[in-house]
T-cell receptor
């Protein structure tokens, strides 16, 4: 299957700072990328849908000014957590699709563990 | 509002026996269902899926059953192997072509050697 990478895999930051997480599709062009977050022992919650060259679509309850998403190219989407607080500590996972409507072609990255002190 | 539920947070099964993971959903608009396997600190990996027009789909050791009237699906793994130990998520899609997944809360499966 296609490979999606995330960087960094783990980040610890101080409260009030901003953190950028990168999601890259390594061997395919991703017309759409999704950002999820997962709290311990809970399901993956979709935060936003990111389409190349356009503004991200955020799910209800997700602050777009806090979680800035940029999908600058067909292989890269970034999630910036601005003015991070301890409650933002979570596991953030991106996924990417090729534009094909075959449902199982949604490939997930390995995730980024964010800890805000 | 949890539209996809996995009521068993954990399950232990003897190696070689059958593992049955259950999933219930409330949204009748869901028409495609997927199972993912997830190891700690990794992203989910797709396992198997089923369309709402079917009631069974089989792929090797994995079989997914769908009961639309009960809004229930299950994943059967047989025979279970130690490498199957992971967290399993069911996920649902509504409307053909919509790739926005709604995930269940996951079931941690432990295979006992």
């Amino acid at each position: 299957g296609a490979v999606v990478s995330q960087h960094p895999s783990r980040v610890i930051c101080k409260s009030g700072t901003s953190v950028k997480i990168e999601c890259r599709s390594l061997d395919f062009q991703a017309t759409t990328m999704f950002w999820y977050r997962q709290f311990p022992k809970q399901s993956l919650m979709l935060m936003a849908t990111s389409n190349e060259g356009s503004k991200a679509t955020y799910e209800q309850g997700v602050e777009k000014d806090k979680f800035l998403i940029n999908h600058a190219s067909l292989t890269l989407s970034t999630l910036t957590v601005t003015s991070a607080h301890p409650e933002d500590s979570s596991f953030y996972i991106c996924s990417a699709i090729t534009g094909n409507v075959v449902f199982n072609e949604q490939f997930f990255g390995p995730g980024t563990r964010l800890t805000v002190l | 509002d949890q539209q996809v539920k996995q009521n068993s947070p954990s399950l232990s099964v003897q190696e070689g026996r059958i593992s049955i993971l259950n999933c219930d959903y409330t949204n009748s608009m869901f028409d495609y269902f997927l199972w993912y396997k997830k190891y700690p600190a990794e992203g989910p990996t797709f396992l198997i899926s089923i369309s709402s027009i079917k009631d069974k789909n089989e792929d090797g050791r994995f079989t997914v059953f769908l009961n639309k009237s009960a809004k229930h699906l299950s994943l059967h793994i047989v025979p279970s192997q130690p490498g199957d130990s992971a967290v399993y998520f069911c996920a649902a899609l509504s409307n053909f072509g919509n790739e926005k997944l709604t995930f269940g809360t996951g079931t941690r499966l432990t295979i006992i050697p």
